[in-house]
């Protein structure tokens, strides 16, 4: 193992966001659960696409050989039921209404709006014993902080499997190195700082089409993977801050007003791209990667390689670096520090029958076959065998990159994460700007006292109160020149007649009863 990557395995080992972060720690005699059955088991897994362009291209996810693969090794016939990413919540929702469940589910944590319900009224079942019973290897390197996440467990019962961060900051600043090292700019810091390079992205043709064509920094629809200066101002929309003996969102925080204000600016300078309201991932994807039109983008530090390698594709001369986020008034900046669970909890139905067997089938992802087959995927394929050592083929055509997320990522569904095998990662193309992403965000980022906060009642039953309400629309208006800078006053004024003051109350007496 190099010295810095014993440095970055050590520093996220000590933040506790990794588990079993060796071969060495994984029980080897791991079986599925049809391993001791003359017929492997039958398992239904519900599996969001997580927008992956291979998971959502597949014409039959179940007649892939990966998919095949993993039934073998696995001794299990799995049927992966997809869950289309832009409609997951909706689908989720759907899904419990309907009461045609699969017998192991993924969702984005038991109380989020669309599965809290499904907790209170049984239809999502706890698992504590059958993780006693069966579950040895997720017992064993599944944290108790973990177990006991709000997203994981309530009242003592755990509902959930959760999967693991690689840092609990999950998104950094990427750059195009390249563009900085042709007009000569060094990485800025403060706000003002990236106002300035943006706008020598924007005015001084670094792409050298002879066009003005550079989109200085871009996110998605609703002003996702944008908020890296709402960071500067220790505003970040969805998170919670500890005033005074009360529990306050920042949406209606003083700070949001200030970094509105520069938001604006952004928008109104065309720094910011003026799509971000309305814009598709696929779209924002284009436009970074194969158009090559975009200075500045937030996205995981996990994934600094593949954006490395996906952004020559537009542009074969095109560099990646990760830089830390703005700072503001207060000198700190960064996206929200949130938890070592990750964003998918795995639930089982009361309708499955034989809840075991999804258990089973999670603990064997511990086991040594399954940790070999996510990271260097097919033998003949992905990788040869060679005086008994593996040979790993690193992609670097766009369409192997998409595919190695099927083996690498996606179906990874609980268990070590391919970041924690030194040797992979010392080998891989571009592995050092995953381990520089993990440095940056490791060092940065604000603090959301409301983390591992339950959906709370009002919020559930009026919905425009959350961040893609009333406040979502008032930003647009805001940014876009509708209305003034002032007009948020209004907002929070009318934010907290409509309920808000309650939700305010329901937050305050949550904090109160889990921080004694």
Avoid at 2 to 25: H, I, P, Q, R
Avoid at 324 to 332: E, Y
Avoid at 345 to 352: A, E, F, G
Avoid at 479 to 497: A, I, L, Y
Wanted: net charge neutral; with cysteine.
């Amino acid at each position: 193992m190099n010295k810095k990557w014993t440095k970055v395995a050590l520093a996220v080992t000590v933040a506790g966001t990794l588990v079993g972060c060796s071969s060495n720690n994984i029980a080897t005699s791991t079986q599925g659960p049809g391993q001791s059955d003359s017929k492997p088991v039958k398992l239904k897994v519900g599996i969001g696409t997580e927008g992956l362009q291979y998971i959502e291209g597949s014409p039959n996810i179940n007649e892939e050989e990966y998919t095949k693969k993993l039934r073998e090794i696995s001794k299990t016939d799995v049927t992966l039921e997809l869950i289309p990413h832009r409609e997951f919540d909706q689908k989720l929702t759907l899904l419990f209404a309907g009461g045609e469940l699969p017998d192991l589910l993924q969702t984005h944590g038991i109380n989020k709006p669309e599965v809290a319900p499904a907790i209170d009224t049984g239809v999502i079942i706890p698992l504590n014993e059958l993780i006693d019973k069966y579950g040895p290897n997720l017992k064993k390197h599944i944290s108790k902080e973990a177990w006991d996440f709000a997203s994981v467990s309530k009242d003592g019962k755990i509902y959930g499997i959760p999967t693991v961060n690689a840092t609990p900051n999950g998104s950094v600043m990427m750059i195009r190195k390249d563009w900085l090292d042709k007009l000569g700019l060094n990485v800025p810091k403060t706000v003002d700082e990236y106002i300035d390079m943006m706008r020598a992205f924007r005015d001084k043709d670094p792409n050298g089409n002879g066009k003005k064509d550079e989109i200085p920094f871009s996110g998605r629809e609703k002003l996702a993977f944008t908020e890296a200066f709402f960071g500067a101002y220790d505003a970040i929309p969805s998170d919670w801050k500890l005033e005074n003996g009360q529990l306050i969102p920042n949406l209606i925080r003083p700070q949001m007003k200030q970094a509105l204000a520069t938001y604006r600016k952004l928008y109104e300078e065309k720094l910011l791209d003026n799509e971000v309201f309305v814009q598709k991932a696929p779209v924002w994807d284009a436009k970074i990667k194969a158009q090559g039109l975009v200075g500045v983008w937030t996205h995981a530090p996990r994934l600094a390689d593949k954006w490395s390698a996906e952004i020559k594709t537009g542009t074969a001369s095109a560099l990646l670096e990760i830089i830390p986020a703005p700072v503001g008034p207060d000198g700190k900046g960064g996206h929200s520090i949130g938890s070592s669970v990750g964003s998918n909890v795995w639930v089982i139905p009361k309708t499955t029958k034989n809840p075991e067997n999804a258990i089973k089938f999670l603990d064997w992802f511990y086991s040594d076959d399954a940790q070999k087959f996510l990271t260097y995927g097919l033998e003949g394929k992905d990788h040869t065998v060679e005086d008994g050592k593996i040979k790993y083929k690193y992609p670097e055509k766009q369409e192997d990159i998409y595919r190695e997320e099927m083996h690498l990522t996606w179906l990874r569904m609980v268990g070590p994460l391919h970041l924690t095998d030194a040797e992979f990662m010392k080998n891989r193309p571009a592995g050092d700007r995953v381990i520089k992403g993990i440095e940056v965000a490791s060092k940065e980022g604000r603090k959301n006292d409301a983390l591992g906060m339950p959906s709370l009642p009002t919020l559930q039953s009026r919905p425009e109160l959350g961040r893609d309400g009333l406040w979502l629309e008032t930003a647009a208006k805001i940014m876009t020149g509708k209305e003034p800078v002032d007009s948020f006053d209004k907002f929070v004024e009318d934010w907290k007649k409509r309920g808000g003051d309650q939700v305010i109350k329901e937050a305050t007496d949550w904090y109160k009863s889990t921080h004694k």
